[in-house]
């Protein structure tokens, strides 16, 4: 609950600072959503950010599993889409097959691409399918860390809205 709320904080304070105008996101683990003592907690920090904020805050849902009901997503995304702009999900892998999660709320889903080695021609192939199950799922589909400059060019030809890396 605390690195969520943390994470939360450290956002609201950059958005609050005159001038910036850019959307951030603002990661929250699954467990300290799921948990009643870290979930109030949230809860409270979420409701005393003020409008003005609330406009420029994503919400980022991580550490999710590969087998999350629909259900229990579209649970977390209503508890949470009063509060930001908009709810993404970090999907486990470029494997998992997010279309399960298609009518939870989601505006989107998001991948940690870090770890991806542009040397392995699979990847993107994979990167192709990730954007495709997106795209079917209406879903926004951000990439970030991508790790090579080859690979970014792979991910938005696949399809995805939003890329990152260094």
């Given at each position: 609950?605390?690195?969520?709320?943390?994470?939360?904080?450290?956002?609201?304070?950059?958005?609050?600072?005159?001038?910036?105008?850019?959307?951030?996101?603002?990661?929250?683990?699954?467990?300290?959503?799921?948990?009643?003592?870290?979930?109030?907690?949230?809860?409270?920090?979420?409701?005393?950010?003020?409008?003005?904020?609330?406009?420029?805050?994503?919400?980022?849902?991580?550490?999710?599993?590969?087998?999350?009901?629909?259900?229990?997503?579209?649970?977390?995304?209503?508890?949470l889409?009063?509060?930001c702009?908009?709810?993404?999900?970090?999907?486990?892998?470029?494997a998992?097959?997010?279309?399960?999660?298609?009518?939870?709320?989601?505006?989107?889903?998001?991948?940690?691409?870090?770890?991806?080695?542009?040397?392995?021609?699979?990847?993107?192939?994979?990167?192709?399918?990730?954007?495709?199950?997106?795209?079917?799922?209406?879903?926004?589909?951000?990439?970030?860390?991508?790790?090579?400059?080859?690979?970014?060019?792979?991910?938005?030809?696949?399809?995805?809205?939003?890329?990152?890396?260094?």
């Amino acid at each position: 609950g605390e690195v969520g709320i943390s994470g939360l904080t450290f956002a609201t304070e950059l958005i609050e600072r005159d001038g910036v105008r850019v959307a951030l996101h603002a990661p929250l683990p699954c467990n300290a959503l799921t948990y009643s003592t870290s979930r109030y907690r949230l809860l409270h920090a979420l409701r005393d950010i003020s409008p003005q904020v609330r406009r420029f805050l994503i919400l980022e849902i991580t550490e999710l599993s590969g087998g999350l009901p629909q259900g229990r997503l579209a649970e977390l995304v209503s508890m949470l889409s009063p509060y930001c702009r908009a709810v993404l999900a970090r999907a486990p892998s470029e494997a998992a097959d997010i279309r399960a999660w298609r009518g939870c709320g989601l505006n989107g889903l998001t991948l940690d691409c870090r770890d991806l080695d542009p040397a392995d021609r699979s990847v993107q192939h994979r990167l192709g399918v990730f954007a495709q199950r997106a795209a079917e799922a209406s879903l926004a589909c951000v990439g970030y860390g991508l790790p090579a400059s080859s690979l970014m060019l792979a991910a938005w030809a696949a399809g995805f809205t939003h890329l990152g890396g260094p």
